[in-house]
């Protein structure tokens, strides 16, 4: 299928081939009919990606510190391939679309393929052929629905969400600084509702526009004469009851004019993307002035439940989610109570796309609204796409399921370029992530259908997509006679653990998990210094803290910290003693989320070997992240940040200290493709993978049982 992309670092905005969009649980493929160009939005990302290197840096000057701090912590290797990742991807644009249900996943009762949907969401509603969306964003249309104004159905979520953080009533007045796409909507709302509308723009082109479609009562341009006094007038002296700004601009005017148009006791709604450091005096303070901000399409936006698992609002409780309020803004379009034919100023057909981007960034003539039409005749196309011409194989043939950041920066760049290796397909829920990473890798297609990643051709599997995955990828490799290799964790339920221990023992295929501590040179040095004798261990992490609502924390998904991440660690503490785990205790510290990831762990293993985890969301990222203390038979090492080694013995301590971080991830892969070529084993067994994965399950449940231990 054919999908507008661009490059951050270039600015190269191209209509390509990619694969065809994946099928989720809770999601629909939907044939876009038509597609917005949100100008201002989209406008600034394009102009952006336009911009020299240097411009780029001061536009985000937040992502510029990201950058400096990760050199810092962990060298300029891994600094420029996350750098080069960002600036190489192929960005899919667009957020607003119209067209018509073609599959329908798992769990959908609302859509029937033929449906007539408008789409929201950046990510999900592209400016592409065929879009997959989840439920909650997406709305069916009636079948006599003119598919280029629902197309608006983002901009007119946005707005409506805007017009009710106003809560405006009958009769009162409203004015509206900016009257771009989102103003002009918001208006139009807000006349439907019986509210005064006043216009306020600093271009006489937008207010005559405005005015001529009667969309508002009064247009004034923001240098009018007197402009102040005749918006007490309309409003007979009170002031505007609420002032919805939905401007773009980095200037403080917008936020200080609505504190002196707004009344007293007024309300000042932020749709826009403005700065909001008001002066105190002499309006905003003395009128107590309310400030609210509009978050995007309304509840729900942002919400991992109510956005990608699909689990919506009580309607008693909330009454507008982004899906009503995209219902709402549908109706107010099917019962002509509101005409938004006016706001298209521009159709291109979508081949012409990249012309129509042109116009938003070089604003060479007037425009407001401009539509992208779809050839919807168009046959699309399943197949995997070839992007390169090497049909090699080898002896070890690979092939990816999802190929994110980690993946990208840690693994790919690491395979070995031997005779003996094979690149075979790449496979990601994003049809543009899959051709830039097949392309840049030097993959043989980027796939469409996993049956492409299960053919013969592919003899060993990485699967690097999210954690709530990762079971079900593994059993799939091991049923379909591939070698695997997942990353942490192996999966995310202790059923799943049951299977890969069957599936493996009958299948005889390898299976490893990207536990790349155990590989990290200064690792080795530490192992050889103490040997397999018993010891005590000290692992510190100062993990920091990660938001309730990313997918990390969902128990789902991603299945928490403990899962997902402390895995690592009980794995790294095994490797150093050379025994398995045979017994754990685990207390959390109480915080109010549940999330369990301040905690203490002490894990007893096999040979005698004792072993604590300290792993600590409520730390300071200015200390490092992780240190390690081993104890035995009279010798004690540290291990600070895999960066610094001492070790004590007779005589002065030894240091070993290395100008960047190494966490092992190159030389576990080099040690797992090695093994495949030579003996056909992991370099660790899977006796380790299956103790460590029981392990980390233990350490929930000793929690749950207030500290109790807890065998293995």
Known sequence: MQQLTQKLGSGDMVIQEVPYPQLGKGMVIVKNHYSIISSGTEGSTVAAARKSLIGKAKERPQQVKQVVDTLKKQGPVQTYRAVMKKLDAYSPLGYSCAGEVIEVGKGVAEFEIGDKVACAGAGYANHAEIVSVPVNLCVKLNNDTDLKDAAYNTLGAISMQGVRQADLRLGESCVIIGLGLLGQL?????????VRVIGIDVSEAAINQAVENDVVDLGLTRNSAGIEEQILNVTKGYGADAVIIAAATSGLDPINFAGAIARKKGKVVVLGAVPTGFDRDP????????LKMACSYGPGRY???????????????????????MEAFQDLIASNRIDIGYLTTHEFEFDNAKAAFDLVVSKSEPFTGIALKYDTERTVSKEKITTSENEKLGKVNISFIGAGSYAQGNLLPNIPELADIGRVGILTNTGTTSKRVAEKFKFQYCASKEEDIFSEKTNTVFVTTRHDSHGTYVLKSLRANKNVFVEKPLCLLESELEEIIEAQSEAKKVVMVGFNRRFSPLTAKLKKAFGNHPMTMIYRINAGAIRKD???????????RILGEVCHFIDYLTYLNGSLPNKVSASALPDANKLNDTLNILIQFENGSNGIIGYYANGSKAMSKEYIEVFSAGISATLNDFKELKTYGKGRPKKTKILNQNKGQK??????????LNDGQAPISFEEIIAVTEASFKVLESIKRGGEQVGI
Do not use: C
């Open 667 to 676: 030389e576990m892969v080099t040690a797992f493709i090695n093994g495949l």
């Open 283 to 290: 309006h905003w303070y003395r009128k107590e002035l309310e």
């Open 550 to 560: 990313t997918w990390i924390q969902d128990s789902e998904i991603g299945g928490g």
């Open 303 to 325: 919400d991992l439940n109510y956005e990608e698992k699909g689990i919506d609002y009580p309607l008693p409780y909330v009454r507008w989610t982004e899906k009503r309020n």
């Open 186 to 194: 918001a208006a139009l709302i807000l006349k439907a509702s019986g």
